[in-house]
């Protein structure tokens, strides 16, 4: 289960008591959420815009985690074990959120205890796909990393407005080794490049390279 996939498989009442209780909240590009380390006990919802999840080395070396795209759902750490926060969230894009506390959540399980099962299990599949993605991150080579991450991005769309520098951070490479695949792919007829742009144009293609490293 991925970030964006949550709300689709909540029950509806999950879904009401998250609803009647979310807080609306808005950045803008640039802005922080919080900073790696800041004490927060709520769970978000991304609803518009472009995030990136981020952690740093104690000599200060960025290290880019993730992008969350709209419908992306995090920090649901906080429901069960509020605390310092693991990475640094910051808006790539103007961003609409939603976030519920880990109080509002408690007291919306006092009256229907079996949501805490549901959750449970939402924690759970999301713990084995957090798993996936770091195994992936180390073992899967530099271009089937670029296929994943260029695929997630689009979400079933054909377009990324993110620079290739940016996209180097994302997929853990060079911004030479980025230019270099994304030359190729665009060669090949796969991808059309413009200047802070990507355009997916053979979405079969992306999905073979990256499935035949992982396979």
């Not at 380390?37 to 880019?64: A, N």
């Not at 959750?119 to 530099?142: C, D, I, N």
């Not at 940016?166 to 490479?173: E, I, K, P, T």
Request: a negative charge; hydrophobic letters at 45%.
């Amino acid at each position: 289960m991925d970030q964006a996939t949550f709300f689709l498989e909540a029950s509806h009442e999950l879904r009401r008591l998250f609803d009647q209780t979310f807080v609306p909240q808005r950045l803008k590009a640039g802005e922080t959420l919080f900073e790696q380390e800041d004490f927060d006990d709520r769970l978000y919802v991304l609803d518009e815009g472009l995030l990136e999840v981020s952690v740093y080395s104690s000599s200060g070396r960025k290290l880019s985690l993730n992008l969350l795209r709209a419908g992306s759902v995090f920090g649901e750490i906080a429901m069960f074990d509020p605390g310092p926060r693991t990475a640094r969230i910051a808006a790539v894009e103007d961003c609409k959120l939603r976030s519920i506390s880990q109080s509002a959540v408690i007291a919306g399980i006092e009256t229907a205890p079996h949501l805490a099962a549901e959750l449970l299990s939402f924690a759970g599949k999301r713990m084995r796909w957090l798993s996936q993605q770091v195994e992936h991150q180390v073992f899967l080579p530099p271009a089937a990393r670029l296929a994943a991450k260029v695929l997630y991005l689009a979400g079933g769309g054909n377009e990324i407005t993110m620079s290739q520098a940016q996209l180097a951070d994302y997929v853990g490479v060079t911004r030479e080794v980025v230019s270099k695949t994304l030359a190729e792919w665009q060669r090949e007829g796969f991808v059309a490049l413009s200047r802070g742009r990507l355009q997916v144009l053979d979405e079969h293609a992306l999905e073979n390279i990256k499935n035949s490293e992982i396979d």
